[in-house]
């Protein structure tokens, strides 16, 4: 079931007029809520690196969780009742630009100690 809100329209959210919408992949069951913006005038979804998907291959792809809330939105819903919880975690391979540019580079780093270490032994075994 791809539950999207309209059965008529599959593959469009439920207010047209919101630009971001929180969508769940069908192939992996759901586990990584991601938000995707839409884009009435053109009547597709836009996701973060710029690439656009039509109604039809998000209904096949996706399923429709909700709307994405303003932080105005869920400041004034979480005053009224505690609905936080309910909302998605933020997708899991998002990551702050500065953690992944460290994480690089302890990649770099360590591959060119695994690298000068092994071409030590290298020329160790030769001699």
Known sequence: MTAWPNTARPGEPADTARPWHWLARLDDG?????????NPAA?????????????????????????????????AETAQADVVEALPAPPIDMVPKRDAIRNHLLIFVGSVVATLFLAEKIVQWRQ
Do not use: I
């Open 30 to 38: 759901g586990q990584a809520p991601v938000p995707l913006g839409w």
């Open 43 to 75: 009547r597709q979804w836009l996701s973060w690196d710029g690439s656009a998907m039509a109604p039809e291959e998000a209904a096949r792809r996706f399923r429709y969780l909700g709307p994405a809330l303003t932080p105005a939105e869920v400041a």
